[in-house]
């Protein structure tokens, strides 16, 4: 019952959106993902996904792609990112497929960890930050702790954090993120977003007591990565 994480999958099973467009390993990205999960993921094992999951804009669109993560192995734990304009309501989103579960202000367990998490924003602090930008990461900032408050109210000690945006800026500075994390003692941080270049600058490996995977699908030549 191993636990493996990948983000950005980008599908579009619906939509005209061919990803090669961002470059030659994007082609067909998608039979490679499926090819090397099937040959490492068992029914028994847990697969979280950090967001941007489908291109669709609506949800009736973007069943399409939901259906084609649903028929892969093992259970999966979903966050949002910040394409998936399909996200429906949360209870909606939990009544779809019973091997796919929906973080939005809640969590689930796998063993003896809470998976726990939320979309996430631009990372602070930032020359570039608008008021508009503050008040959408103060909105994350309240979801991830709702989610966290949830689990250690049901008896949970242990925090694993799906979010889909890096917690700290290129420079690596504490963030309000970041110190929610240390405040909860989150052991692993499971993150997307950045893609290509961006890549090298961002936060991998063990900080301040939290381990940090980037988890990028074109990152880890979509190949989910194993974190238990």
């Known amino acids: 019952m191993s636990l493996y994480a990948i983000s950005d999958l980008h599908l579009a099973f619906n939509e005209d959106k061919p990803m090669d467009i961002f470059g030659e390993k994007w082609f067909m990205h998608h039979k490679r993902i499926k090819e090397n999960w099937e040959n490492k993921i068992t029914k028994d094992d847990t ?32 966050i949002k990112g910040n394409h998936d304009y399909w996200w429906s309501s949360i209870n909606k989103l939990n ?11 809640n969590f689930f367990v796998y063993e003896n960890y809470a998976i ?18 503050e008040k959408i990461y103060r909105r994350e900032l309240i979801r991830l702790r709702l989610s966290l408050d949830a689990a250690k109210k049901a008896g949970m000690e242990k925090f ?58 074109d990152h880890i030549n979509f190949d989910p990565v194993k974190i238990i």
């Open 116 to 133: 726990c998490g939320t979309r996430g924003w631009n990372p602070k602090p930032s020359d570039n930050f608008t008021a508009h930008d």
């Open 160 to 217: 694993i954090v799906m979010l889909h945006y890096p917690a700290t800026n290129d420079k690596f500075e504490d963030s309000p993120i970041t110190e929610l994390l240390k405040e909860y003692n989150v052991e692993k941080v499971i993150y997307g977003h950045l893609h290509g270049i961006s890549t090298t600058r961002s936060l991998e490996g063990l900080r301040d007591g939290v381990e940090y995977y980037l988890t990028s699908c």
């Open 47 to 78: 697969v979280l996904i950090a967001g941007d999951i489908s291109w669709s804009m609506k949800i009736e669109e973007g069943l399409h792609d939901l259906e084609w993560i649903h028929n892969l192995k093992g259970r999966k734990i979903l």
């Open 95 to 105: 009544k779809l497929y019973e091997d796919m579960n929906f973080i939005q202000n």
